[in-house]
T-cell receptor, first 115, second 114 residues
Framework: AQTVTQSQPEMSVQEAETVTLSCTYD???????LFWYKQPPSRQMILVIR??????QNATENRFSVNFQKAAKSFSLKISDSQLGDAAMYFC????????????FGQGTRLTINP | DVKVTQSSRYLVKRTGEKVFLECVQD?????MFWYRQDPGLGLRLIYF???????EKGDIPEGYSVSREKKERFSLILESASTNQTSMYLC?????????????FGPGTRLTVT
């Protein structure tokens, strides 16, 4: 069975600085998708960024980028120029490319932005 | 924009009660999911459905059942609520086609069983 591990329960960063959230996963599949989801306080979970395993290039969405290391099974999220609105729970998630579309989530990292 | 709604944001029920959590999506998605969110455990899949009247067990189905009579609606049922089912419940939906395979989440229902 696939597993996803986020080893940092909490992280904090100064506003305008850069922070990296870690995620490792375990799978025997070669084709899959990885996601970072953001859950702001009392608000709905939204997708931040997605990475297809067959793509070597790291995904980027504005201030959010990933470092995808397929051999190491590592998928970290970098947030540049942190803003107060980035404060949230962040979840790393895995999905097989074929078959059921269910996601396997990590434990989550609570990110605090210090003004 | 995709919209996933859940019938209640907060719910308090007594042990032994039958509890219904409703989820509705407005984007004609084939797939719908129920997750349970607990601190330190992340989100865990309870059940999912890939078509009307179809359902599959997730990782923690014990104590739960589901119903999907219409494409847009997916219900989670706690037949006899217990205190260990106190949790945040999140519904999500996704399309089988499309390029993003993104799951869209509802706002969640925080259920307390006393």
């Amino acid at each position: 069975a696939q597993t996803v591990t986020q080893s940092q329960p909490e992280m904090s960063v100064q506003e305008a600085e850069t922070v990296t959230l870690s995620c490792t996963y375990d799978t025997s599949e070669s084709d899959y998708y990885l996601f970072w989801y953001k859950q702001p306080p009392s608000r709905q979970m939204i997708l931040v960024i997605r990475q297809e395993a067959y793509k070597q290039q790291n995904a980027t969405e504005n201030r959010f980028s990933v470092n995808f290391q397929k051999a190491a099974k590592s998928f970290s999220l970098k947030i540049s120029d942190s803003q107060l609105g980035d404060a949230a729970m962040y979840f790393c998630a895995y999905r097989r490319a074929q078959g059921a579309q269910k996601l396997v989530f990590g434990q989550g990292t609570r990110l605090t932005i210090n003004p | 924009d995709v919209k996933v709604t859940q019938s209640s944001r907060y719910l308090v029920k007594r042990t032994g009660e039958k509890v219904f959590l409703e989820c509705v999506q407005d984007m004609d998605h084939e797939n719908m999911f129920w997750y349970r969110q607990d601190p330190g455990l992340g989100l865990r899949l309870i059940y999912f459905s890939y078509d009307v009247k179809m359902k599959e067990k997730g990782d923690i189905p014990e104590g739960y059942s589901v119903s999907r009579e219409k494409k847009e609606r997916f219900s989670l049922i706690l037949e006899s609520a217990s205190t260990n089912q106190t949790s945040m419940y999140l519904c999500a939906s996704s399309s089988t086609g499309g390029a993003t395979y993104e799951q869209y989440f509802g706002p969640g229902t925080r259920l307390t069983v006393t």
